[in-house]
């Protein structure tokens, strides 16, 4: 049995939370708390609901919101969340089936980017009237560092300059530490710093309460701060669902001393200590362009001249460059999906493409 409701009630969210948290690889995208901090952007949500009897075996956590012009979209990213038992089969084909249903009665487009380890729902969902998207709701490739290997291993898996820069800012008096929610003034600041830089929007402040409210009571969110001599360096953001720990925002004060002072990497290299310590079974260090997989996996040598900055800087502590399942797309209306496949094709439509998109994902103001 599946069911679609909107608002279900605190037990049957409760064990949905418990669901998520529960299966390998899952994504805080896919909790309960995920909708709350989605609502503060306009969004809201939609759960798809497979039962056996009174047994919930998986589901789906749709949100969506109106776009002028255009109609109610709806993104699903990290999702649907299946079991691994022998109920998986079944329970993928009736979570598929009431996702197409609802993307043709209820969106003018529903999006998807399904989970690590289930490339099966994309074929599902493409049998059932969706198309490859290249949307980009969510990131469709990452680097993850496993961290069953012992320390040693983890530590030797770091490139040289990388575990050069770690011993500089240990030297300079570089200390990481945990953050908390006294701390997200500090940390916005950082995170504005970068966004500076690189010449993005930072999420505002009141978006990083909102996240640490929803999130840290239930241990999804953790704040790492690099510091020297008391003085705030960089932080990093991270939540945690299904025993992987994932790198969602980063910052640094853009000073050159902070840059040659190596607190980057100690923050980063302590906060794979921290995850290991704890249980965590990876860290994913958050999106890389899919074209840039492979050059990853053939080595480190010459890496620098094949990929951008972002991923050759993730790449230099180790770990797996992984491509997520093909993201699939469902426009309902025949005017919507004309338009939308016109609109990439001028640069003033790919704009506009890419305004919905950043809609969808939150970053748009």
């Known amino acids: 049995m599946v069911e679609v409701d909107g608002r279900p009630d605190a037990d049957t969210l409760r064990g949905w939370d418990r669901l998520v948290s529960a299966t390998p690889g899952s994504d805080v995208a896919q909790l309960s ?4 901090v989605r609502r503060e952007a306009g969004f809201s949500p939609c759960y798809v609901l497979a039962r056996s009897g009174d047994t919930l075996l998986g589901g789906a956590l749709v949100l969506y919101r109106k776009v002028p012009g255009v109609g109610l979209l709806g993104y699903l990213p990290f999702g649907p969340v299946l079991p691994a038992n022998d109920q998986r089969r079944d ?31 994309s074929g599902r969902l493409l049998q ?8 980009g709701i969510a990131p469709a490739a990452s680097i993850a560092i496993d961290l069953a290997r012992p320390i040693d291993a983890l530590r030797a898996d770091l490139r040289s ?3 050069g820069n770690i ?9 990481v530490r945990t953050g908390g929610e006294h701390d997200l003034e500090t940390v916005a600041a950082l995170l504005r710093d970068t966004g500076e830089h690189h010449e993005f929007s930072a999420v505002s402040l009141p978006y990083l309460r909102t ?24 932080a990093d953001v991270l939540t945690s669902s299904g025993g992987v720990l994932t790198l969602r925002m980063t910052g640094m004060r853009r000073a050159d001393d902070v840059r040659r002072s190596g607190a980057a990497s100690l923050l980063r290299w302590e906060t794979l200590v921290w995850a290991k310590a704890g249980g965590s079974e990876a860290v994913d260090l958050g999106g890389v362009p899919p074209s840039s997989v492979d050059a990853v996996r053939a080595g ?16 230099s502590f180790g770990g797996d460059a992984f491509h997520r399942p093909p993201a699939v797309e469902l426009l309902s209306s025949p005017v919507a999906r004309l338009g939308y496949d016109l609109a990439q094709r001028s640069t003033v439509g790919t704009r506009v493409v890419g305004l919905v998109q950043r809609l969808l994902r939150g970053s748009a103001r």
């Open 33 to 36: 708390a995920w909708a709350a």
């Open 91 to 121: 329970a993928i084909g009736a979570v598929c089936d009431a996702l197409a249903d609802v993307a043709r009665r209820r969106f003018a487009g529903l999006f998807v980017q399904p989970m690590a380890g289930v490339a099966d729902v």
């Open 128 to 135: 059932l009237g969706f198309r490859p998207s290249t949307a």
């Open 161 to 163: 300059g990388t575990r």
């Open 167 to 175: 011993k500089r800012a240990v030297a300079q008096g570089v200390r």
């Open 211 to 234: 996240l640490y409210r929803e999130l840290a009571p239930g241990g999804h969110l953790q704040i790492f701060l690099a510091e020297r001599d008391g003085t705030p360096l960089a």
């Open 300 to 315: 480190h040598k010459h890496l620098a001249s094949r990929v951008d900055g972002r991923t050759y800087y993730k790449a």
